[in-house]
């Protein structure tokens, strides 16, 4: 898996570069305009005419920092404090796009190193000032936006390094700020992949995937994120935590998993040793039909659980496969498949699984499919832009749950979302990260959106969160707790865990001062 390339500058207001923005197709603006009243919204605010306020830090702060770093290190121009003040989700980018910024860093930061990070936490520390981590800037879940509204953010892009690459135990030690493209055309110049590849690979990072345990669209065959992480270094108020320095160890419980899925809350994650595997010889990817979700499910389970399980997995629902053929120009029915295939000899593998998948009803639809899968697989969130362009609200919301139990969770979230949108809502869902025991459940919901689209989104997402914990799945599978679901996370680990975590955090954070407000209840 090369899925090389640096990535492009992120817009303003916009998931990506307006030179990567797609349209939506003609049949695709046609059914939105049958199911839902849409009036296409103002133009956005400029950048330029986006106003934040001023900078409130006094001279010993921007003194002590500028000293640590070098006076151009510590920046409070207007424009680039905007850029940092919040994440992708769709509020986020519907707040920039009016130009209404919750709050803003009263500096950004940009360390060279692990030192200076110590250092900022150190000075941050001193006095009282909050501290965001900053990576991509892809958090969907308000884990960009703390509570303190006097905080500065560590802009870690200046972090951007292989360390080392160990071809012998086929590791490789990379610096948290190092965008995935640029990790991936590293690792590959060579021979190797991480296959760490996620919706948000063109702008997320390294670090960023250690602290919301990141999951990639090829994880049935390369894993999660934190399977792959053997060690990290993260810099907290109290100092270093090197954790991780073997490929196994009994040695106390495994303190990596304190920093994985931490959000920033607990320290900033410097760099990280992780697993990595030989460039793929070969990759196959195809299509498949099953006339039902619940037929699909039986298949994509007998796979993960019994195998030959494909590197990529991915089953949509009836509602999300008529979307795609919508904007594709078909009118399929039943649920789509799509299988994908890599390694050093695939032909074997291909062969066992379309018998698995023949033998539960499935029907091919052929390599095309899957190819056309894997051209637009970053397509989504560009198409959430086109979908705010003619006034639509489009968001995403996921879980995960034992087999046992997806079936309910699939149908429950979905009607508590169209319970809680009444005038008219598409809700569409898909599984693409399975495991033995269970998989994960992706929702997409487009709808009109209404005088106040944030409120609306609040109130239908709450409505979906306590579906989810009603059903017993989890609040996360993959984008994390940030702020959006720290209430269900707590109800979700329960009072003792939760006082687990606050000692935890203060130990580590005397202060308070990291991302305050974000995972911790």
Same mark, same amino acid.
């Not at 920092?65 to 290190?73: M, T």
């Not at 149908?411 to 008219?424: K, S």
């Given at each position: 898996?090369?899925?090389?390339?640096?990535?492009?500058?992120?817009?303003?207001?916009?998931?990506?570069?307006?030179?990567?923005? &797609?349209?939506?197709?003609?049949?695709?603006?046609?059914?939105?305009?049958?199911?839902?009243?849409?009036?296409? %919204?103002? %133009?956005?605010?400029?950048?330029?005419? !986006?106003?934040?306020?001023?900078? /409130?830090?006094? #001279?010993?702060?921007?003194?002590?920092?500028?000293?640590?770093?070098?006076?151009?290190?510590?920046?409070?121009?207007?424009?680039?404090?905007?850029?940092?003040?919040?994440?992708?989700?769709?509020? $986020?980018?519907?707040?920039?796009?009016?130009?209404?910024?919750?709050?803003?860093?009263?500096?950004?930061?940009?360390?060279? #190193?692990?030192?200076? !990070?110590?250092?900022?936490?150190?000075?941050?520390?001193?006095?009282?000032?909050?501290?965001?981590?900053?990576?991509?800037?892809?958090?969907?879940?308000?884990?960009?936006?703390?509570?303190?509204?006097? @905080?500065?953010?560590?802009?870690?892009?200046?972090?951007?390094? !292989?360390?080392?690459?160990?071809?012998?135990?086929?590791?490789?030690?990379?610096?948290?700020?190092?965008?995935? %493209? =640029?990790?991936?055309?590293?690792?590959? /110049?060579?021979?190797?992949?991480?296959?760490?590849?996620?919706?948000? +690979?063109?702008?997320?990072?390294?670090?960023?995937?250690?602290?919301?345990?990141?999951?990639?669209?090829?994880?049935?065959?390369?894993? =999660?994120?934190?399977?792959?992480?053997?060690?990290?270094?993260?810099?907290?108020?109290?100092?270093?935590?090197?954790?991780? =320095?073997?490929?196994?160890?009994?040695?106390?419980?495994?303190?990596?998993?304190?920093?994985?899925?931490?959000?920033?809350?607990?320290?900033?994650?410097?760099?990280?040793?992780? =697993?990595? &595997?030989?460039?793929?010889?070969?990759? @196959?990817?195809?299509?498949?039909?099953?006339?039902?979700?619940? $037929?699909?499910?039986?298949?994509?389970?007998?796979?993960?659980? $019994?195998?030959?399980?494909?590197?990529?997995?991915?089953?949509?629902?009836? *509602?999300?496969?008529?979307?795609?053929?919508?904007?594709?120009?078909?009118?399929?029915?039943?649920?789509?498949?799509?299988?994908?295939?890599?390694?050093?000899?695939? /032909?074997?593998?291909?062969?066992?699984?379309?018998?698995?998948?023949?033998?539960?009803?499935?029907?091919?639809?052929?390599?095309?499919?899957?190819?056309?899968?894997?051209?637009?697989?970053?397509?989504?969130?560009?198409?959430?832009?086109?979908?705010?362009?003619?006034?639509?609200?489009?968001?995403?919301?996921?879980?995960?749950?034992?087999?046992?139990?997806?079936?309910?969770? @699939?149908?429950? *979230?979905?009607?508590?979302?169209?319970?809680?949108?009444?005038?008219?809502?598409?809700?569409?869902?898909?599984?693409?990260?399975? +495991? /033995?025991?269970?998989?994960?459940?992706?929702?997409?919901?487009?709808?009109?959106?209404? %005088?106040?689209?944030?409120?609306?989104?609040?109130?239908?997402?709450?409505?979906?969160?306590?579906?989810?914990?009603?059903?017993?799945?989890?609040?996360?599978?993959?984008?994390?707790?940030?702020?959006?679901?720290?209430?269900?996370?707590?109800?979700?680990?329960?009072?003792?865990?939760? $006082?687990?975590?606050?000692? !935890?955090? @203060?130990?580590?954070?005397?202060?308070?001062?990291?991302?305050?407000?974000?995972?911790?209840?």
């Amino acid at each position: 898996m090369n899925i090389g390339g640096e990535a492009s500058t992120v817009g303003w207001a916009r998931w990506g570069a307006t030179t990567n923005a &797609r349209t939506l197709p003609d049949a695709a603006a046609a059914l939105l305009a049958q199911v839902l009243e849409l009036t296409p %919204p103002p %133009p956005a605010v400029p950048l330029t005419e !986006v106003t934040v306020p001023g900078c /409130e830090l006094d #001279d010993a702060v921007l003194g002590a920092l500028r000293q640590a770093l070098g006076a151009g290190q510590v920046i409070t121009a207007d424009d680039v404090r905007a850029r940092h003040a919040s994440g992708m989700s769709t509020p $986020d980018l519907l707040r920039q796009r009016h130009g209404q910024l919750r709050s803003a860093p009263q500096a950004v930061l940009r360390p060279a #190193d692990h030192a200076e !990070v110590v250092s900022i936490l150190d000075i941050c520390s001193r006095f009282g000032v909050a501290v965001v981590p900053f990576g991509g800037g892809t958090s969907v879940v308000g884990g960009l936006t703390p509570s303190a509204a006097r @905080h500065v953010t560590i802009d870690l892009s200046r972090l951007d390094q !292989v360390v080392a690459i160990d071809p012998v135990s086929r590791t490789a030690t990379l610096q948290a700020g190092l965008r995935a %493209p =640029r990790a991936a055309e590293l690792l590959a /110049e060579q021979g190797f992949t991480l296959g760490h590849v996620p919706q948000s +690979y063109e702008y997320a990072t390294i670090g960023g995937f250690a602290a919301t345990r990141s999951s990639g669209q090829a994880s049935a065959g390369y894993g =999660r994120f934190d399977d792959m992480v053997l060690a990290l270094t993260v810099a907290t108020p109290r100092g270093t935590v090197r954790a991780g =320095r073997s490929p196994a160890s009994a040695a106390g419980p495994d303190l990596r998993h304190l920093f994985l899925g931490s959000e920033g809350a607990l320290g900033v994650i410097t760099d990280v040793t992780v =697993r990595i &595997r030989p460039l793929p010889a070969r990759s @196959h990817y195809e299509g498949w039909r099953f006339a039902s979700f619940a $037929d699909g499910l039986r298949a994509v389970r007998r796979l993960a659980q $019994d195998g030959p399980r494909p590197t990529v997995l991915r089953l949509s629902d009836e *509602v999300e496969t008529m979307i795609g053929a919508t904007r594709a120009g078909r009118s399929d029915g039943g649920c789509q498949l799509i299988a994908g295939y890599e390694g050093a000899d695939v /032909e074997p593998t291909v062969e066992a699984a379309a018998a698995v998948l023949a033998a539960h009803g499935g029907v091919p639809l052929g390599e095309e499919a899957g190819r056309q899968w894997a051209r637009h697989r970053f397509d989504a969130p560009y198409l959430r832009d086109a979908l705010l362009d003619v006034g639509a609200f489009a968001e995403t919301l996921e879980t995960a749950a034992f087999w046992s139990a997806l079936p309910e969770v @699939h149908e429950r *979230v979905r009607q508590a979302i169209i319970e809680a949108l009444p005038d008219g809502a598409l809700v569409l869902a898909h599984v693409s990260h399975v +495991y /033995e025991t269970g998989a994960s459940l992706y929702f997409t919901v487009i709808c009109s959106p209404g %005088p106040d689209p944030a409120e609306r989104w609040r109130t239908a997402k709450a409505a979906a969160s306590d579906a989810i914990a009603a059903a017993g799945a989890t609040i996360s599978h993959h984008h994390g707790v940030g702020a959006d679901h720290r209430a269900w996370y707590a109800a979700e680990i329960g009072d003792v865990a939760v $006082d687990l975590l606050r000692a !935890v955090k @203060h130990q580590l954070d005397p202060a308070g001062i990291l991302n305050p407000g974000i995972l911790v209840p």
